[in-house]
C-alpha cells in the first residue's frame, strides 16, 4: 500500500494532462504512484493504455 502524497498527486495531475485521451483520476493516480516510485506499471487496462510511453514506463499484459 502506497499512500497518496504530494508528490504522487502532483505526477498524477501531469499524466491526467498530458495524456491525449482522458483518464479516470483513479487510473492518473495509480500511474502517479508507479511514477514516483520508479515503478513499470503493469496492467491490463485500456485506460492505462492511453498513457505515452514517455509519460510512464508501462507493460501492458494485454499486449502480450
Not at 36 to 42: E, G, K, S
Request: aromatic fraction near 4%; avoid cysteine; hydrophobic fraction near 50%.
Amino acid at each position: 500500500i502506497i499512500a497518496i502524497d504530494e508528490a504522487i498527486a502532483l505526477a498524477a495531475t501531469t499524466i491526467y494532462l498530458d495524456s491525449p485521451q482522458r483518464i479516470p483520476i483513479v487510473d492518473s493516480l495509480i500511474a502517479g504512484a508507479a511514477k514516483v516510485n520508479n515503478a513499470i506499471l503493469v496492467h491490463h487496462d485500456n485506460h492505462m493504455s492511453m498513457i505515452p510511453p514517455f509519460l510512464l514506463a508501462q507493460h501492458d499484459l494485454s499486449q502480450s
